[in-house]
């Protein structure tokens, strides 16, 4: 935790994956607005108790952007201390070539909504001098069996340069880069890893890193099975 502080953090896509995991390390210690495209009653029992939920489909990126801000004024903030923008989608098509649908929804989700999200984020995370965490992959990079997601995830690489520059000492932006991790993206989008997924770092393991990440501010941090087997980011505090 930053100086004792209880903080005020957002996590977007919250109630699975890395970010549902993210969220139960900060549990407890700060507060937190969770946003997910289930509804509440689906997720009340896997998200953490006193956390708040509201219902964000990061396939529209307008109105997405725009319930979040919702949710920030009815828990009664003026400011936000934390804006982790996590949540995401990927397909894996078998002939590696992506339907016209299948890429929209790739980078709405991904990128549009991110840009959208960060822009009406802006005024609470300034108020606050705030972090806003994007969060990319390795394989912006470029990938051949996912091309629109790495695509996707390079466009949120420039974007957290863009607004490093855009705004200055006025907000921290910062990007965490996740490796293979072991969620059900995967199975979801199509893909089978065969038996590199025993190399893919847990869930836990993968929050941890980033939780230091997000607490070291900094930025670009590549959170992966190398860096695990290296010592990775293990010896960092968490907020």
């Known amino acids: 935790m930053i100086g004792g502080k209880s903080r005020r953090i957002l996590i977007t896509g919250g109630n699975a994956g890395i970010g549902l995991a993210l969220a139960k390390r900060f549990a407890g210690r700060h507060q937190l607005l969770l ?27 307008e109105t997405s952007a ?34 016209t649908e299948a890429i929209r929804q790739t980078l709405d989700v991904n990128l549009a909504a991110a840009v959208a999200q960060a822009q009406a984020l802006y005024p609470f995370l300034e108020k606050s001098r705030g972090t806003l965490t994007l969060v990319g992959s390795v394989a912006h ?3 051949a069996t996912i ?34 991790t072991k969620t059900d993206m995967h199975d979801k989008a199509g893909y089978d890893p065969g038996r590199m997924r025993a190399l893919f770092l847990s869930v836990d393991d993968v929050a941890k890193m980033m939780a230091s990440a997000i607490a070291g501010r900094r930025s670009p941090v590549t959170t992966s099975w190398v860096r695990f087997l290296n ?9």
Do not use: C, M
């Open 66 to 99: 725009s319930a979040l801000v919702d949710g920030i004024r009815e828990q009664g903030w003026d400011g936000l201390d934390n804006a982790v923008l996590n949540a995401g989608v990927g397909f894996a098509p078998k002939s590696g070539i992506d339907t």
């Open 141 to 143: 990079k470029g990938s």
């Open 231 to 239: 010592g990775g980011s293990f010896t960092g505090r968490g907020l």
């Open 35 to 61: 946003s997910g495209r289930k509804p509440h009653e689906d997720v009340a029992e896997l998200i953490p108790a006193g956390s708040a939920y509201i219902v964000a489909d990061q396939s529209q990126p």
């Open 147 to 180: 091309p629109a997601y790495a695509a996707s995830k390079a466009g949120l690489y420039g974007l957290a340069r863009a607004l490093r520059s855009e705004w200055g000492a006025q907000v921290t932006v910062q990007i965490v880069h996740p490796g293979p």
